[in-house]
């Protein structure tokens, strides 16, 4: 039996689809344990391109059991229309089970996220307006709706009808906004439930059983590091824990069954939205990267804003993770740069840092220290093993893990399956 943890080690979008995609022959269960449709994982596999939401990147290996954990909130319509894309493109989806105790996104959580982004006005956070946040706000108020409740329509409308005062109070009172009907929405959720029935499931005793039978076991996360709840740039965070600890609770595995934590990390580095990003490339060699690197939001086609390697940051995510092993995603991207920067600490006030701290305006106007590091100005999407990149592409390869204090176990050069080069095995 074995666990392996999969974490993003930045602000997300490190390529962890893609990771996912190749451990999942490789293993019986992927779990995804948190987070909703506000993130997205693209995978391009022999040619093709897949780009998932809710359902785990495992699914393209029509063996390995894909489960939506219970720490994932799941929009039911936005769930039917990824999965018939999914199986429109010929995907197998009869391994594909959702915990009845995941959390729903409703139709007002949408509108809450847009009308709290409109009354922050500058201090806006730069929400997908998925109506993630309102879904885990409710969760946490005990309001919330599970997926298990759509199996259950007169517990549903009861339920429905005293959290929907509570939501129109508020939308017509606070807001002005229109009140949403309560037999309208009843229907819709109903229609969901018939849909939906035959996915739902008690995944206690299937995890639980899985690790008896000594199954391998992948926990697939969203988001990264740096957008944890507690450890990111709060409030520019997502509203759930994409760290490796989130992972166990999102899927009811204990620490204790735990072989491995793999983090992911790219090159360079990337986020989405408002936040502090201390190694940030505003002029023309960060529009070149994003350009090469397609930096565009997998869910929302937004722009990724682009830096260098944050060691800073790699290492925070390294020792509160307990990361063992990284994936190094998007190397190839670098191929052209002459030099290229390495963020090993910051100063702040007069006072260095070895790690992001909790003062986020600090951390904003942070002075980022940078050691710097000679290109190899030569393309690397045809290497396959770690001796075919040029010399002064290994050097940097190294630098990172050093940094880092972890070991770079695998390397992508290239969006494809076949486009990666393995160290070491990672499972």
Known sequence: MSVTILVGGQW????????????ADR???????????????TVVSEGREFRFHLIPSGILCPDTVCVIGHGVVVDPKAFLAELAHIQAQGVDTRNLVISDRAHMVMPYHPVFDQLGEQQRGDDRLGTTRRGVGPTYEDKVRRIGFRIGDLQKPKFLEKKLRFVLRLKNETLTRLYGAEPFDEQAILDEYIGYGELLDPYIRDIYPLVQGAMVEGR????????????????????YVTSSAPTAGGALTGSGIPPSRVTNTVGVFKAYTTRVGYGPFPTELTGELGEYIREVGAEFGTTTGRARRVGWFDAAVARYAVNTNGIESIVLTKLDVLDTLETIKICTGYTSKGERWDHPMANISHLKHAEPEYTELPGWMTPTRQCRSFAELPAPCRDYVEQLAERCGASIDAISVGPDREQTIIRRPLI
């Open 27 to 41: 293993v019986d269960v992927v779990v995804r344990s948190q987070g909703g449709n506000n993130a997205g994982h």
């Open 216 to 235: 391998r076991i992948l926990l697939e996360g969203a988001q990264g590091v740096m957008l944890d709840l507690d450890l990111g740039t709060y409030p």
């Open 12 to 23: 997300g979008d490190e390529g962890k689809g893609k990771v996912v995609d190749l451990l």
